[in-house]
């Protein structure tokens, strides 16, 4: 059972940064691929960027791309969620997810049903 512990949201105003992180609880994290998705009162959980599990792929949701870069880094366990540039819009629950390595990944990588470990959430807001 993989753990993820989602950190780094708070209150930014609008053009600024935040950087989130997701940290796991076990060494085997390099096997699964590792999504952020996001989720607004009111509005259903949506894709946000994913890497996959050695990091050779890499997709963005179009709202993000050249603003969100994710990364990781397999040796400390951990993926990192870039936000430049943030705008309102972007204020949300966002939630680190876990995603073990099927063939699938590649195709539905922005499906919330490929991902089978779940974070709790951390709070974005974006001021304007």
């Known amino acids: 059972q993989v753990q993820l512990i989602e950190s780094g949201g708070g209150l930014v105003q609008a053009g600024g940064s935040l950087r989130l992180s997701c940290a796991a609880s076990q060494r085997t994290f390099s096997n699964y691929g590792v999504g952020w998705f996001r989720q607004a009162p009111a509005k259903e959980r949506e894709f946000v960027a994913t890497?996959?599990?050695?990091?050779?792929?890499?997709y963005y949701a179009d709202s993000v791309k050249g603003r969100f870069t994710i990364s990781r880094d397999n040796a400390k366990n951990t993926v990192t969620l870039q936000m430049n540039v943030l705008k309102p819009e972007d204020t949300a629950v966002y939630y680190c997810?876990?995603?073990?390595?099927?063939?699938?990944?590649?195709?539905?990588?922005?499906?919330?049903?490929?991902?089978?470990?779940w974070g709790q959430g951390t709070q974005v807001t974006v001021s304007s």
């Open positions: 890497i996959s599990w050695y990091g050779s792929r890499i």
């Open positions: 997810a876990a995603a073990p390595p099927h063939s699938s990944f590649f195709s539905d990588y922005y499906l919330p049903s490929e991902y089978d470990h």
